[in-house]
């Protein structure tokens, strides 16, 4: 006798005939409280989904051990952002039987009338980290977000505005299939003064794009800088480059200047982040403007000492050092040590007394590291012709933080 998980689709209502007695012949009902609700009138046992979900497992696994129809019921498709794919793990793909139905992203799709084929859904149940929905945003049209009572429609809507997103507009589907539902599309900045109605979703369409493409190698000119203060496009190349990002890597900026490392990693890290310290506030300005220029927002950027604010940075895959190490490894200590094993940091010096500091630090922690150095040119005009400027040469040191080995049983 296998579980059985019901997908009530937008409306029970209209639930196919099979499914309608699925439930009504359970024995055990378990859901939402507003689920149940909907099964009020049944003499089945209710067991709510309330966490944590292992004393729900705990219940279901006795009345299922007693022979009981145990019969699950959830919001749309259970195996989409529901709980049929943890119901699976916990008791057998051979014991449970999932009944599809209509997903909210289906639903919202044929209400705004897009195609859905190209959306990507985001859940913010429970999450604080919005990294997910703003790498989404910077690849899709149409971004669906599943809300909870935290992450509500204001609330994501004031997010984007403060990181200079205007090339998006919010639809809010509040209590989809009910006889009160309502669809209001409005601009970020209208929804994040609204309140909805507490069950609701949303979904983001892109309206246009930020002033500037998003790619690596920007030219300069194109960002907003601090008297031309700026890591110059040939060493941010290759910079990124010795940093071997990939797409799911969390990145740390420390004295991001005018933001252009930032901006760019923030390109490769289609499924990452960037976060980044600054200590000066017009920089900080500066790099806030960039970010909105070129849309890349998933970059973090906070105002402060670089020791303090790393305190509350998520665990880093890579780490980059743009300058103002100087002779003083303080500051490495910290970065070395929250960097993730099998991470790489890189350190950018234009002093001589800086990379040896760099040096020095990484022999006493017995990393390994290399360097390389970038001597490079920009052409100018001149008689008819063009001439070669030297830039200041960039000692680039990067440092591979080993894997513990494992110890033996």
């Known amino acids: ?39 009020s009138n049944l003499n089945a046992e209710r067991i709510p989904v309330t966490a944590p979900l292992s004393d729900v497992f705990e ?6 051990n007693a022979r009981k129809e145990v019969v ?19 008791f057998g793909s051979d014991n449970v039987i999932v009944h ?8 919202i799709a044929s209400k705004a009338k897009v195609s859905w084929q190209n959306m990507r859904m985001v859940s913010l149940h429970g999450r604080r980290d919005y990294t997910p929905l703003y790498t989404a945003l910077m690849q899709c049209d149409h971004v669906t977000a599943l ?34 539902e309502c669809i209001t599309v409005c601009t970020l900045e209208e929804a994040s003064t609204r309140t909805f109605a507490s069950l609701n979703a949303v979904l983001l369409e892109r309206t246009g794009s930020p002033d ?61 982040g960037v976060f980044s310290v600054e200590r000066k506030s017009e920089r900080v300005d500066i790099i806030r403007e960039n970010r909105s220029r070129f849309g890349a927002i998933n970059v973090d950027i906070q105002h402060g000492d670089a020791q303090q604010c790393i305190e509350d940075f998520p665990t880093p895959d890579r780490i980059f050092m743009g300058g103002g190490l100087g002779s003083d490894s303080t500051l490495l200590a910290p970065l070395c040590e929250r960097l993730r094993d099998g991470g790489r940091i890189v350190v950018n010096c234009t002093l001589l007394s800086s990379l040896e500091t760099a040096k020095e630090y990484f022999k006493t922690l017995d990393w390994e590291y290399d360097v390389t150095l970038i001597q490079s040119a920009d052409s100018r005009p001149l008689a008819g012709d063009i001439r070669l400027d030297s830039m200041n040469p960039i000692f680039i040191i990067s440092a591979h933080k080993p894997v513990p080995e494992k110890q033996p049983d």
């Open 100 to 107: 599809p139905n209509t997903a909210t992203v289906q639903a």
């Open 147 to 180: 809300t909870d009572d935290t992450n509500i429609p204001a609330v994501i809507a004031q997010k984007l505005v403060d990181r200079g997103v205007s090339w998006f507009r919010m639809h809010i589907f509040e209590k989809m299939g009910t006889a009160d």
């Open 59 to 64: 219940a279901m696994a006795s009345r299922y």
């Open 212 to 272: 500037k493409p998003l790619r690596l190698g920007i030219p300069d000119s194109h960002y907003a800088t601090e008297n031309q203060l700026i890591t110059k496009r040939p060493v941010r190349t290759a910079s990124l480059g010795i940093l071997e990002l990939e797409p799911h890597h969390i990145m740390w900026d420390i004295g991001a200047g005018s933001g252009s490392v930032s901006i760019e990693a923030g390109h490769l890290l289609t499924k990452g």
């Open 72 to 90: 699950v019921i959830a919001d749309g498709d259970p195996l989409f952002f529901g709980i049929g794919d943890r119901i699976i793990k916990e």
């Open 1 to 39: 006798m296998p579980i059985h998980v019901v997908g009530l689709g937008i409306d029970p209502d209209t639930l196919p005939e099979i499914h309608e007695q699925i439930i009504t012949t359970a024995d055990v009902l378990v859901g939402g409280n507003r689920q149940l609700e909907s099964y």
